[in-house]
């Protein structure tokens, strides 16, 4: 069974996916033959529909648009802003962006068939808006909705509006619940694999809102993020420890066997040489590493210090 990685960074890390996704297509001996990438998912920086992690990405949507047709890759706009009012539908920015996606699913690819793009989304307001005007898009229920009681999570899978729900990664070893969905269900299911977040988090949806003021341009104070490790930051090792975490060998000896397909790699936010790690960590055959390394950024005569 196929596995399927929603990327991050889709317009923050342009540069990097135009160096992985010619190796991707052209050296799969490199990677793992039972994982696909399913999407990349991003906004653009200044976008006031965009939520979750303040975007920052400066690369032209035209040439986005343009690399995910050529290799056939699902592009996501990520407007999952949870506290978007009537007057903010009207953005001529994130209008223009969805005119550009959705008639970007029309064109024909270069190297691979075409592919439908879509939304991540939080705002039922938004939702209902982007379906009537721009019905070529599917549309991903965001885990800024934090979904952590399984019986809302259930109730979300069985919305016909979203393709894929987003949970709360507190549920990402709930097993016993997980069994108990339907294989429709768990088609639906897109786990978030590499959240950093406390475990213990009670503020999760309140950072998120706090982007979401931010993303409108309102004034507001920096949240102030709860965890006992917020100094260190984001770090893959200490990912590696969350509870929640799902790691490779999760992935192939539990989650697939169980009907599972797709998982989400969090880190726009981030940096590209950390992008690089969880594309060579869940992509890449060890033996194969160095030389996607090597591919995409060594150089006998660099210097990182």
């Not at 007057?87 to 962006?97: F, G, I, K, P, T």
């Not at 999760?250 to 726009?268: L, S, V, W």
Request: proline letters at 5%; a neutral charge; charged letters at 25%.
């Amino acid at each position: 069974m196929k596995i399927y990685y929603h990327l991050p960074g889709l317009f923050e890390f342009y540069d990097l996916y135009k160096a992985f996704l010619p190796l991707f297509h052209e050296h799969r001996e490199f990677f793992y033959d039972w994982c696909e990438i399913g999407s990349i998912y991003g906004a653009p920086s200044d976008c006031i529909w965009g939520g979750g992690r303040v975007g920052f990405g400066d690369a032209d949507p035209n040439a986005v648009a343009a690399l995910m047709r050529e290799y056939g890759i699902s592009a996501r706009l990520t407007f999952s802003n949870s506290l978007l009012r009537k007057e903010h539908l009207a953005d001529v920015r994130c209008n223009a962006l969805c005119r550009l996606f959705e008639n970007s699913n029309t064109m024909p690819p270069t190297k691979t068939g075409a592919t439908p793009n879509g939304v991540i989304i939080h705002s039922d307001l938004l939702l209902n808006y982007i379906k009537a005007k721009y019905p070529g898009f599917y549309f991903v229920s965001s885990t800024t909705k934090v979904l952590t009681d399984f019986e809302q999570f259930k109730a979300e899978l069985n919305r016909k509006e979203f393709r894929y729900i987003v949970p709360d990664f507190r549920l990402n070893k709930q097993f016993k619940k997980l069994d108990t969905l339907t294989d429709a269900q768990k088609q639906k299911v897109e786990f978030l694999c590499n959240e950093c977040c406390w475990f213990g988090c009670y503020d999760r949806k309140i950072c998120y809102e706090n982007v979401s003021q931010k993303s409108l341009g309102e004034a507001c104070a920096d949240h102030i993020c709860i965890s006992p490790d917020a100094p260190r930051g984001y770090r893959f090792s200490d990912a590696m420890k969350n509870p929640g975490f799902i790691g490779i060998d999760d992935i192939q000896n539990t989650y697939a066997p169980a009907g599972f397909r797709h998982f989400k790699i969090e880190g726009r936010s981030l940096g590209s040489a950390l992008i690089l790690e969880f594309l060579l960590y869940y992509m890449t055959k060890p033996e194969y590493q160095l030389n996607v390394r090597e591919e995409i950024y060594l150089d006998s005569t660099l210097d990182l210090f």
